[in-house]
Each structure stands twice: as structure tokens, then as C-alpha cells.
């Protein structure tokens, strides 16, 4: 079964989201020397380790190199909790956007709204790198990340067949209705990178 993918539109928003000062952590960039903490991470946030092979393919992709790889620090522990990605690559369905990736956070930490900072902090960093669409994927049982993707004004992208039947159920667990979602078509009008 294929991702959801959700798109973000600039210039549909009166304002991009700020990440939310949480005291206690740290909204920074990521260093390749953290790939161990980085991996825990992932580990714990229901995704696969990661090897030096894997970040350095994701390096690639990144915008403004690391500087593309946000993470929150708890800074008491040293602890990387959660984390997000400004990617950059094209292909046919997304050409000219953006791409908010690996989205993750500790369950140890959930509540705090550091998905939601960390997210906000990658698409700063997308528009201000002259992105005007932004597109994500994810899969349906991610709820909670979902669910801090539409507060932030993320819309549903129903680029195939089945994702308006999907998209209807994750509205029902919501308890919005699906036209509240302001789902975009497969074929919609978009803004490339600037």
C-alpha cells in the first residue's frame, strides 16, 4: 500500500508555524559524530537503525547540507528526542518541493509538542530557502504525527485512488469531517522552488 503524502501550500498561510520553546531542550542542527544517539532515536520512535551509509545518502539530500537535519536535544541527558529533515529531491510527482522527512520523536517524550518544533523548524528552513510547496509521506497508523501535521497546516494530497477512503477514516478518528481537511486533488496548481 502507498504512503499518504500530505502537501503544504506557502502561500495559502498568513504565517509558517514557529517551533515552541520547550524549556528543558534544545532545538539544533544535527551532527554526523551523533549518528549512535541519532539511531537510538530512530530505534525508538518505531524506525530502523541507521550505518554511516544510510545518514550519508540522506547528506545528499539534505538543504543547506546539516544545516537541513534538525534535532531537539533534552538538555539534561544529552538525549536526542525528537527529530526532522529539510530534504530536497525530484522526482515526477514532487518536482519542485520540498520534502519534510523523518519525522520522529521519543514516546518518553511525547506531549511536550516537540514533533510539532521540530516540523515547524524544517519548514522555516524550507521557505527560507525558497520553497513555496513543501510535501510529506507518511503512513495511516503515524496518528499522532498526522494529526500535529494538520495543526500546523498540513492538507491531505489524495494522489491516488484509494487515498480519499483512507483519509476519511483518519477524519472520523479526528472527529473532523473530511472537507475540513481541505484535501488537494491528484492535479493541483503549485508554486516551484524559487
Given at each position: 500500500?502507498?504512503?499518504?503524502?500530505?502537501?503544504?501550500?506557502?502561500?495559502?498561510?498568513?504565517?509558517?508555524?514557529?517551533?515552541?520553546?520547550?524549556?528543558?531542550?534544545?532545538?539544533?542542527?544535527?551532527?554526523?559524530?551523533?549518528?549512535?544517539?541519532?539511531?537510538?532515536?530512530?530505534?525508538?520512535?518505531?524506525?530502523?537503525?541507521?550505518?554511516?551509509?544510510?545518514?550519508?545518502?540522506?547528506?545528499?539530500r539534505?538543504?543547506?547540507?546539516?544545516?537541513?537535519?534538525?534535532?531537539?536535544?533534552?538538555?539534561?541527558?544529552?538525549?536526542?528526542?525528537?527529530?526532522?529533515?529539510?530534504?530536497?529531491?525530484?522526482?515526477?510527482?514532487?518536482?519542485?518541493m520540498?520534502?519534510?522527512?523523518?519525522?520522529?520523536?521519543?514516546?518518553?517524550?511525547?506531549?511536550?509538542?516537540?514533533?510539532?518544533?521540530?516540523?515547524?523548524?524544517?519548514?522555516?528552513?524550507l521557505a527560507?530557502?525558497?520553497?513555496?510547496?513543501?510535501?510529506?509521506?507518511?503512513d495511516?497508523?503515524?496518528?499522532?504525527?498526522?494529526?500535529?501535521?494538520?495543526?500546523?497546516?498540513?492538507?491531505?494530497?489524495?494522489?491516488?485512488?484509494?487515498?480519499?477512503?483512507?483519509?476519511?477514516?483518519?477524519?472520523?478518528?479526528?472527529?473532523?469531517?473530511f472537507?475540513?481537511?481541505?484535501?488537494?486533488?491528484?492535479?493541483?496548481d503549485?508554486?516551484?522552488?524559487?
Amino acid at each position: 500500500m502507498s504512503q499518504l503524502r500530505m502537501i503544504y501550500l506557502v502561500d495559502d498561510i498568513v504565517s509558517i508555524p514557529q517551533p515552541i520553546e520547550t524549556e528543558g531542550f534544545l532545538l539544533r542542527n544535527m551532527d554526523k559524530s551523533e549518528l549512535i544517539p541519532y539511531s537510538d532515536l530512530r530505534v525508538s520512535a518505531s524506525f530502523n537503525q541507521w550505518q554511516e551509509s544510510d545518514y550519508d545518502d540522506l547528506a545528499a539530500r539534505l538543504v543547506d547540507g546539516r544545516n537541513g537535519h534538525f534535532v531537539i536535544e533534552e538538555i539534561a541527558t544529552g538525549n536526542l528526542v525528537a527529530a526532522a529533515d529539510a530534504e530536497y529531491f525530484e522526482t515526477e510527482l514532487v518536482a519542485g518541493m520540498g520534502t519534510l522527512g523523518w519525522v520522529m520523536s521519543s514516546p518518553l517524550y511525547r506531549g511536550k509538542k516537540l514533533g510539532y518544533s521540530v516540523c515547524a523548524a524544517v519548514m522555516q528552513h524550507l521557505a527560507k530557502h525558497g520553497f513555496r510547496t513543501f510535501h510529506l509521506s507518511t503512513d495511516d497508523g503515524r496518528v499522532p504525527a498526522i494529526k500535529t501535521y494538520l495543526n500546523l497546516g498540513w492538507r491531505p494530497w489524495l494522489y491516488e485512488d484509494d487515498m480519499e477512503s483512507r483519509w476519511r477514516a483518519l477524519a472520523e478518528i479526528f472527529g473532523r469531517s473530511f472537507e475540513a481537511l481541505k484535501p488537494l486533488p491528484r492535479h493541483f496548481d503549485y508554486v516551484r522552488k524559487s
